[in-house]
């Protein structure tokens, strides 16, 4: 029986914005990341396309949560 190899798969995000700081903490327990001259930086690794896929979507509902949170705050 042949087993299908899986490979490493990898991801990186850079967001620009005056929020960075505030985003990356709404991921903190979510993603690696760094913060530089507001420039958010995530990185993600995982051994198949559906994990990584997974990975992302948690990724972007914690952004997506934490911009709506830091809108309704500004108001």
């Known amino acids: ?20 700081d505030s985003l990356a903490a709404g991921l903190a327990t979510e993603a690696a990341f760094s913060v ?18 997974a990975r992302w979507n948690t990724i972007m509902r914690g952004l997506i949560a934490s911009e709506q949170v830091l809108k309704a705050v500004d108001k």
């Open 36 to 53: 530089e001259e507001e420039i958010l930086t995530l990185n993600e690794n995982a051994d198949s396309f559906v994990d990584l896929r």
């Open 1 to 20: 029986m042949k087993f299908q190899k899986k490979n490493k798969i990898s991801l990186s995000l850079k967001i620009r914005s005056t929020l960075s």
